[in-house]
């Protein structure tokens, strides 16, 4: 897994073309949500890298990259995170999908710098963590942070799978391995990221944003219920909506077929254009 220094620390990320090697395909990164990494998309890499160099970035202290000194954690400097990101590899322009909060941090990118970004697929994404979700996430805790404290990484993410709406896992293998990646992530990141996506809601920047856009909507979702799902799709300007029928939160998990089939037809729908 290749790696950058930039900002003061290290970013862990994946990087795969298996596209003809004389072209020089279009980039696609993927970002995602809170407590994942990279490997979780890893079954999108034999679909999406036999045309497009697809990159997987592990969001500061997520999977391999490092915290650095980043305190206090900030909306903006999560985007900008990106932005040096793709500076630091040379890349102009990018299909962006941001999967859960991820698709928070993506919205921000595109409305700041909508000329970098190709298209927008907003997977599973809430525009916020309300005060309703944050109280879920507390579960028996006075509040988020103070799990996140108690429980640490590995302890809360074994009670949140058990959860409805959430990871759901089929087997014990796939719940063991979810697991031990999720552990990955720092507390110290979590209760970072979770006070920034708790304290910013991106709701007013979707009128305003002017890339085309695809919103993959669960319909099982506990963190991104359908009919915020549809009215998010509503209040960005000439925005698809799929819907995904999945298990639970994770579409682009168990359901990876419809999602690409979804995302192809968009990327498609913009290359008519051109």
């Not at 903006?76 to 040096?84: A, I, Q």
């Not at 925005?239 to 995302?263: M, P």
């Amino acid at each position: 897994m290749p790696e950058i220094s930039h900002g003061g620390y290290t970013t862990h990320y994946e990087d795969d073309n298996f596209s003809t090697p004389w072209q020089c395909p279009e980039v696609v990164l993927i970002q995602h949500g809170f407590g994942r990494n990279a490997n979780f998309w890893w079954h999108w890499v034999p679909p999406i890298a036999s045309d497009y160099r697809l990159i997987r970035r592990d969001l500061r202290g997520h999977g391999g990259s490092s915290d650095g000194a980043f305190t206090p954690w900030t909306f903006d400097g999560l985007v900008e995170d990106l932005r040096d990101f793709c500076d630091t590899l040379d890349i102009e322009k990018i299909h962006l999908i941001g999967e859960s909060t991820g698709g928070m941090l993506s919205v921000g990118f595109a409305h700041r710098f909508p000329e970098r970004v190709r298209s927008l697929t907003l997977c599973n994404a809430p525009t916020t963590i309300n005060e309703d979700g944050q109280k879920f996430f507390a579960g028996n805790h006075g509040s988020w942070q103070d799990a996140l404290k108690t429980l640490g990484a590995k302890g809360w993410f074994e009670w949140l799978v058990q959860q409805p709406g959430t990871a759901a896992p089929e087997t014990a293998a796939e719940r063991k391995w979810i697991l031990a990646q999720m552990a990955r992530t720092s507390t110290q990141a979590m209760i970072g990221y979770s006070h920034v996506i708790s304290s910013v809601d991106v709701a007013p920047l979707l009128p305003e944003l002017k890339v085309p856009t695809l919103v993959l909507a669960p319909t099982r979702s506990s963190a991104a219920p359908l009919d915020a799902q549809r009215a998010m799709a509503n209040d960005i300007p000439g925005a698809r909506l799929a819907i995904i029928d999945s298990r639970g939160h994770e579409t682009y998990w168990d359901r990876r077929d419809d999602c690409i089939a979804a995302w192809r037809d968009h990327v498609a729908s913009i290359d008519a254009l051109v």
